[in-house]
T-cell receptor, first 113, second 113 residues
Framework: NAGVMQNPRHLVRRRGQEARLRCSPM?????VYWYRQLPEEGLKFMVY????????ESGMPKERFSAEFPKEGPSILRIQQVVRGDSAAYFC???????????FGPGTRLLVL | GQQLNQSPQSMFIQEGEDVSMNCTSS?????WLWYKQDPGEGPVLLIA?????ELTSNGRLTAQFGITRKDSFLNISASIPSDVGIYFC?????????????FGTGTRLKVLA
C-alpha cells in the first residue's frame, strides 16, 4: 500500500514565477491537508480539502495561494508570483476520515531565487 | 490561539541513554500524536494517543496523554544512533466543526555513539 506521494521533491523557481505542488493521498484516503514548514520550525496548517471541496483554508495566505483536490487526480497547491519568503518545505498529509490520523508525504522543498 | 510548547529544543545524548521530551499547552486536545522527521523527509507517525491518561508503547518508545489533556510526553529507552532526528508532538482539536493539528516546534535529538 503506497504512502502519500508528493512531487516534485525539490522545486526551484525565480521570483514572479508560478509553483505547482502535487499530492496523491494514500489509497482509500479522501481527506488531504497541506502544511508549510520553515527551517528550524514546526509544521503550520494551511488548508484542508476533501474531494472537490475546500473544508478549511484558515491557514492559507489570502493572496497568491490556492489549493484544489479534483474528483480525479492529485491535490494541487498552487503559488502564483512566488517571492523569496515562499521558500519552505510543503508537506501534504492524508487521512481516511475527517478526524482520523494524518499520514504525511515526503514533502516538496521550494526554493525561490 | 492554540500553542504547543515542546521541550527540550535539542539534546545530545550518549548511545544507550534514555530520552524524555514533552509538550504542554494551555489548551485541551482530544488527541496527541508524536512524529519523527528525518532530514529531507516528511514526519512519520510514531504513536497516537486518544484518551486522557493513556500510556502507549511502540518498541522502545513510550508516550502518555496527560490527565488534564493539556500535555504529553515521549520517552525513548536505550537510544541508538538511528534515533537521531527531529521529534514533533501534535495536538488535535476541533475548531468550527473541523479537526485540526497544531505542531510543536520540535526536539532535535543527536545520539553520540
Amino acid at each position: 500500500n503506497a504512502g502519500v506521494m508528493q512531487n516534485p521533491r525539490h522545486l526551484v523557481r525565480r521570483r514572479g514565477q508560478e509553483a505547482r505542488l502535487r499530492c496523491s493521498p494514500m489509497k482509500g484516503h479522501s481527506h488531504v491537508y497541506w502544511y508549510r514548514q520553515l527551517p528550524e520550525e514546526g509544521l503550520k496548517f494551511m488548508v484542508y480539502l476533501q474531494k472537490e471541496n475546500i473544508i478549511d483554508e484558515s491557514g492559507m495566505p489570502k493572496e497568491r495561494f490556492s489549493a484544489e483536490f479534483p474528483k480525479e487526480g492529485p491535490s494541487i497547491l498552487r503559488i502564483q508570483q512566488v517571492v523569496r519568503g515562499d521558500s519552505a518545505a510543503y508537506f501534504c498529509a492524508s487521512s481516511p476520515g475527517r478526524d482520523e490520523t494524518q499520514y504525511f508525504g515526503p514533502g516538496t522543498r521550494l526554493l525561490v531565487l | 490561539g492554540q500553542q504547543l510548547n515542546q521541550s527540550p529544543q535539542s539534546m545530545f545524548i550518549q548511545e544507550g541513554e534514555d530520552v524524555s521530551m514533552n509538550c504542554t499547552s494551555s489548551s485541551i486536545f482530544n488527541t496527541w500524536l508524536w512524529y519523527k522527521q528525518d532530514p529531507g523527509e516528511g514526519p512519520v507517525l510514531l504513536i497516537a494517543l486518544y484518551k486522557a491518561g493513556e500510556l502507549t508503547s511502540n518498541g522502545r518508545l513510550t508516550a502518555q496523554f496527560g490527565i488534564t489533556r493539556k500535555d504529553s510526553f515521549l520517552n525513548i529507552s536505550a537510544s541508538i544512533p538511528s534515533d537521531v532526528g527531529i521529534y514533533f508532538c501534535a495536538g488535535q482539536f476541533k475548531d468550527s466543526g473541523t479537526y485540526k493539528y497544531i505542531f510543536g516546534t520540535g526536539t532535535r535529538l543527536k545520539v553520540l555513539a
